[in-house]
C-alpha cells in the first residue's frame, strides 16, 4: 500500500489540496475516460458505463483535505497563536508537531492547563524556536497553514498507523476501484475527489450541482467505538468495510443500503453496519442538491480518528475496494 502511504504523508489541508490532487491525477489519467479540476478544486473523473435501459449516473466522493490550524497572530515573543481548520482534539495535539507547507515545523504548547482547553484551539500556539515577532515573520505569516505529523507504519494483525487516513484512505479506495473498472458495468461512475469536507463539505456541493447524480455514495472514515472515546457504538476496526446505516448529516437511502448489504453478501465480502452518531460525511451535500439525491455509505472504521495516528486494517481497506468496484456495476431500479 505505497500509495497510501504517499497520499497519508502528502500536506493537504481543508481549502489547500493541490499537492493531494497532484498524486491522485498521475495515478487516475490513464483510467478514467475523462478528468478535469473545477473552479473549487474538485477532482473528476468519469469510467463510462456500457449501454443499458438501467444506466444510473452514480457519484462517488472521497475528500482530499485534511484538517490543520491557521495562523491568526504572531505574538511579540514569537509565538504563534492559532484557529481550527475542521474539528481537533486539542489534547492529541498538545506538545506534539506541526509542520507548515514551506517545511517550517513547530512544537505546540498550551496557555494553561491542556486540560483546560477543552478543545478550544484558541489557547494553543505554536513554538517554531523564535523568540521575536519579526524572526517568526521570517518563515510564518498571519494566514498561513499547518498541519499534523503522522508518519506511517506498519502494526500487528494488518493494522496500520498513519495521519490523515481521514480522508486519504477513501482516496486511495476510489483510485484502486477506478483501475478495476474496465466500463463493461451498466452505469456512469464519477469519481470525485472533494475539496473542503472537513469545513463543511463545501467542494460535495458544486461537484454534485454540476453532475446531477442519479445516487451518490460517500467514501469516508468512520470512528471506531473503542476505548478511549466521547462516541458509543459497535464500530470496530478489523470488522470489515463499514455500510453506513445511521449519519445525523444524511438519512441514507434505504433501497441503496439494502442492495449494498447484497452486494457484501452475494460477494463474500465481510461487512459491519455502520452507524455514526455524531458529524457527517460528503452525504449530506449530495443529498440535499438539485432536487434531491439517494445516497448511501461505504466506510473505513478508523481508531483515534482526526489526530496524528489513527488505525485502520488493511483487510478492511481491500473489502472496502471490492464492494466500490462491485457496487457500482450492479444494477439499480428505483421505484416510481
Known amino acids: ?9 502528502a500536506w493537504g489541508i481543508a481549502g489547500r ?10 495515478e487516475i489519467k490513464d483510467y478514467a475516460d475523462e478528468y478535469f479540476t473545477d473552479a473549487v478544486g474538485n477532482l473528476i473523473a468519469l469510467k463510462r458505463g456500457a449501454d443499458h435501459p438501467d444506466k444510473k449516473k452514480i457519484m462517488l466522493a472521497a475528500h482530499m483535505d485534511e484538517i490543520g490550524m491557521q495562523v491568526k497572530k504572531i505574538e511579540a515573543d514569537g509565538r504563534i497563536k492559532v ?30 492547563p491542556i486540560e483546560e482547553a477543552k478543545n478550544n484551539s484558541g489557547k494553543l500556539y505554536i513554538d517554531i524556536g523564535c523568540t521575536t515577532k519579526e524572526d517568526t515573520e521570517k518563515y510564518v505569516k498571519v494566514g498561513d497553514y499547518c498541519g499534523f505529523i503522522g508518519n506511517y507504519y506498519e502494526l500487528k494483525n494488518g493494522r496500520i498507523t498513519a495521519k490523515s487516513f481521514d480522508n486519504r484512505v477513501g482516496c486511495y479506495i476510489l483510485i484502486e476501484a477506478l483501475k478495476q473498472n474496465k466500463g463493461d458495468g451498466p452505469n456512469d461512475v464519477y469519481y470525485v475527489f472533494t475539496v473542503q469536507e472537513e469545513v463543511g463539505c463545501r467542494g460535495a456541493v458544486v461537484s454534485a450541482e454540476r453532475i446531477k447524480p442519479d445516487m451518490g455514495i460517500s467514501v469516508d472514515v468512520t470512528p471506531d467505538h473503542f476505548y478511549p472515546t466521547d462516541l ?5 476496526v478489523g470488522e ?12 441514507l437511502d434505504e433501497y441503496l443500503v439494502d442492495e449494498m ?10 461487512y459491519q453496519r455502520d452507524v455514526m452518531d455524531r458529524g ?8 440535499m442538491s438539485g432536487m434531491g439525491v439517494r445516497v448511501a ?40
Not at 470489515?240 to 438519512?251: E, K, T
Not at 457527517?280 to 443529498?287: L, M, Q, V
Request: with cysteine; aromatic share 6%; proline share 2%.
Open 1 to 9: 500500500m505505497e500509495l497510501l502511504k504517499e497520499l497519508t504523508q
Open 17 to 26: 489540496e493541490k499537492a493531494v490532487r497532484a498524486i491522485i491525477e498521475r
Open 83 to 112: 484557529c481550527n481548520v475542521g474539528w481537533i482534539w486539542t489534547s492529541s495535539l498538545y506538545n506534539d508537531k506541526v509542520v507548515f507547507r514551506n517545511g517550517t515545523i513547530g512544537v505546540v504548547g498550551c496557555e494553561g
Open 232 to 236: 458509543e457504538g459497535a464500530n470496530a
Open 240 to 251: 470489515g468495510v463499514g455500510i453506513s446505516v445511521g449519519n445525523p448529516s444524511a438519512m
Open 261 to 270: 448489504i447484497a452486494c457484501c453478501e452475494e460477494n463474500q465480502i465481510k
Open 280 to 287: 457527517g460525511t460528503d452525504a449530506s451535500s449530495i443529498n
Open 297 to 336: 455509505g461505504i466506510s473505513i472504521v478508523d481508531r483515534f480518528p482526526h489526530s496524528q495516528s489513527s488505525i485502520i486494517s488493511k483487510d478492511d481497506v481491500k473489502g472496502a475496494i471490492e464492494l466500490t468496484d462491485k457496487y457500482t456495476k450492479r444494477v439499480f431500479k428505483f421505484a416510481e
